[in-house]
C-alpha cells in the first residue's frame, strides 16, 4: 500500500490543478496585502496608458518597408532605416565585399562560448580552444591571407562588440587567477602589488581606463613607437575585468574549508600543484554564476568606447541614423540596439540561473 501510495504521489497533477495552484500564488504575492494591491493596480494603470501609444508607434503606424520619403509621412516608426542599415551596423565600416570574416569570426567566438557553457565540455582542451579561437578570428577580421588586410580602423559593429567582450574576458581570466592569489598571500610585496592594482582600478569607471589607454599610453611610448588604438582598448577592458574578476576569485578561494588545503599539503604537493588540482577547481565552480553576472556587464560595458571613436555595434547604429539619406531615425537604431544587447544578456541570464541550480549539490 505505501509502495502505491508513493507511486500516485510521484503523477504529476493535471494542468488545470497546477494551473489554479498557480493562480493562488500569484493572487497571494499581488493582492495579499493592501500595499501589494495598491501597487499591482498602479502598474496595472501605468501600463495601460503607456503600452497602447508605443503598440500604435512601433507596430500599427510603423512602416516597414520603403524609402525615408516613405517614413517621413508616417507618424510611426521607421524599421525600413533597420533593413536599409543592417548590414553597416551588424558590420560598420568593414568593407563590404569582405564582410564574410568578421561574419566568420563571429561565428567561431560565438560557437566557443556556447562550447564552453557545456560543462561536460569543460576540461583541458577548452583553453587551448580559446587561444586558437581567439587568434584565428583576429586573423579572419585582419584579412591578409586569402583576402587584402584590413585595418583595425576599419573594423566594427557586432563583430568587434564580440571580440572585445570574449578576448576581454579571456586575457583577463589568467590574470585575475594571479591577482587573487597574490592578495592572499603571504609575500608582503606580492600581496601589496595585487591589493593596490585591484583597488585602483575598480576605483575608476571604465571610461576612464579607456581615455587613459587612449590618449596617454601614447605620450609614454618611447619615441616612434606605435600601438594600435584597437590593442590599447583591449588590454584596457582586460585590465578592467581582471580587477573584477580577482575579487570574485577571492571570493571563491575562502570558500575553499582550510582542510582541503592540509590534505593535500599532507600529500606532499608544491603551491602550484596544490593550487592547480585541489583549490582552484573547487573554487571556481562556487563563482561560476557571478563569472556569468561579470561577463554580462563586460558586454554591455563595450558600449563605452564609443567615446573613444571605435566603432563597436552601438556606435555603429548610432552612426547609421546620420547618413543624410536616412537622418535622424535615432530612435529606431537605439531601440534596435537595445534589443539586441537585452537579447544577448537575457539569455546569459537565463544561461547563469541554470547553470546555478546544477552546480547546487544533487543538481
Known amino acids: 500500500m505505501s509502495e502505491f501510495s508513493a507511486a500516485l504521489r510521484a503523477v504529476p497533477p493535471p494542468f488545470f490543478v497546477r494551473l489554479a495552484a498557480l493562480w493562488r500564488q500569484w493572487r497571494a504575492e499581488l493582492f495579499g496585502t493592501r500595499l501589494n494591491a495598491a501597487l ?6 501605468f501600463l495601460a496608458w503607456a503600452v497602447p501609444p508605443v503598440f500604435r508607434w512601433a507596430v500599427l503606424d510603423a512602416t516597414w518597408t520603403g524609402t525615408a520619403e516613405t517614413c517621413a509621412a508616417s507618424d510611426g516608426a521607421c524599421w525600413a532605416f533597420i533593413g536599409e542599415k543592417l548590414r553597416f551596423m551588424a558590420f560598420g ?8 570574416q568578421p561574419a566568420l569570426a563571429t561565428t567561431l567566438l560565438l560557437a566557443l562560448v556556447v562550447a564552453s557553457c557545456v560543462p561536460r565540455l569543460w576540461g583541458r582542451a577548452l583553453p587551448p580552444a580559446w587561444i586558437a579561437a581567439i587568434a584565428a578570428a583576429v586573423l579572419l577580421m ?5 583576402a587584402p588586410s584590413v585595418p583595425t580602423g576599419q573594423w566594427g559593429g557586432m563583430p568587434l562588440t564580440v571580440l572585445l567582450c570574449v578576448a576581454g574576458l579571456a586575457g583577463a581570466f589568467p590574470l585575475a587567477v594571479l591577482l587573487a592569489i597574490g592578495r592572499r598571500s603571504n609575500m608582503l610585496v606580492a600581496r601589496v602589488l595585487a591589493t593596490g592594482f585591484i583597488e585602483v582600478v575598480r576605483g575608476v569607471p571604465l571610461i576612464a581606463v579607456l581615455y587613459v589607454a587612449t590618449l596617454m599610453v601614447p605620450l609614454m611610448l618611447p619615441a616612434g613607437m606605435m600601438m594600435d588604438k584597437l590593442l590599447r582598448t583591449q588590454i584596457a577592458i582586460i585590465l578592467f575585468a581582471a580587477a573584477y574578476m580577482a575579487e570574485i576569485i577571492r571570493a571563491g578561494l575562502q570558500s575553499v574549508p582550510a582542510g582541503q588545503y592540509e590534505a593535500a599539503r599532507a600529500l606532499g604537493l608544491p603551491f602550484w600543484p596544490l593550487m592547480r588540482l585541489v583549490v582552484l577547481p573547487q573554487a571556481l565552480r562556487t563563482v561560476i554564476p557571478s563569472f556569468v553576472t561579470l561577463g554580462i556587464g563586460i558586454l554591455q560595458d563595450t558600449t563605452l568606447v564609443v567615446v573613444i571613436g571605435v566603432f563597436d555595434f552601438l556606435n555603429a547604429a548610432r552612426t547609421a541614423a546620420t547618413d543624410p539619406d536616412w537622418l535622424g531615425f535615432y530612435d529606431e537604431a537605439f531601440i534596435f540596439a537595445a534589443s539586441v544587447y537585452f537579447l544577448l544578456c537575457f539569455a546569459a541570464s537565463r544561461y547563469s540561473l541554470w547553470l546555478e541550480r546544477r552546480l547546487q549539490p544533487g543538481g
Open 40 to 45: 499591482t493596480l498602479g502598474s496595472l494603470a
Open 93 to 100: 565600416p568593414y568593407p563590404a565585399e569582405l564582410r564574410w
Open 142 to 146: 585582419a584579412g591578409g591571407i586569402t
